[in-house]
């Protein structure tokens, strides 16, 4: 492929990425009124409470980090950047769960916290919301394909390691979640820092990104059947396809594994986590499948949205749906990754 396709590539994924999460962020801080609904079907195998583990910045307190405020680690030798959203309930004296909210390609970091809704559901759970930023040249993208090592993986752990240090924090409830490339690095986190991270909740973009030697990471997935970026079959902007124009300056290395479909990573991730072999699948709403593997050692579960396109489920935009197709109303992919993520481990 020569310069001028890639160049012209590359500048419909970010106009296509940035018109679709501009849209998505005007409907920020939207409630789940599904919520009481819909999250007790998230996930039907309900492991036991995990007791908490109180970090370092438990004992060394810290002043309480404003909220909003961009700040920033040097990882790799390079400034990066994030964001927190401390609820006015945090005292620093009990800890505090972590939850991730990783930002799409092309789009900044600071529309995720209204997107994920961290604002909403710190009513009801206890945690500290993160919105980091993946590299910003020539837009921001976060490297997510499997390679070794990964200065994302890099740079989200030693975020991970600070935050402990610096806040209370409860070491074994750290989540991530995103929405297409940032669904991608959530599902590399899940392979390479299992036993950092609790769980993982990939909206459009949940990859099996080999070699996942990690132990069984309890996934909710969200994808629908009709996605024009990233399509259900493979394809697309995947891990790999990103990595190639953005990080690798156009060439593959030789060890990186073929990406795969939605039904083909999900069924690797439930091997991965020790399922049966043939889900549960059941339609719990017109344009709505769910798909439960059982048996698992950590709880595998996707959303399929049938004729979905690439949004967040529960957040329509009505004016970006012509071009990248129906967004569900019957599900809230918010209410049920937090769900997921707390009401597993009490909360």
Known sequence: MGASCRV??????????TAMVLALATLGGV???????????????????????????????????????????????LARTYELTVPASYTGKTPYALVFGLHPLSVSYQFMPSE???????????????????????APFWDAAPSTPNYDVNFISQLMTHLEATLCIDTSRVFSTGISNGAQLSSLLGCRLSRRIAAIAPVEGVEYLAPCTGRPEPILAFHGTADPVLPYTGGGLNATTIAKLYAWHGVIPPDMPAPLGIDASMKLWARHNGCKPRPVQVRIAFDVQRRTWTGCKAATVLYIIDGGGHGWPGKPVPSMEKQFGHDTTSVDASALLFSFFFDRTGG
Request: aromatic residues 6%; positive net charge.
């Open 8 to 17: 012209w590539r590359r500048t419909l994924a970010i106009l296509g990425a």
């Open 31 to 77: 409630s789940g009124p599904a919520a009481a609904t819909q999250s007790s079907s998230a996930n039907p195998d309900s492991p036991a409470t995990v007791r908490a583990a109180p970090s370092q910045g438990c004992t060394n307190r810290h002043p309480t980090p404003l909220s909003n405020v961009p700040q920033t680690i040097v990882s790799g030798g």
């Open 116 to 138: 994920v809704g961290f604002t909403t559901y710190q009513k009801k759970y206890h945690f500290i919301g993160v919105a980091p930023s993946g590299l910003t040249v020539p």
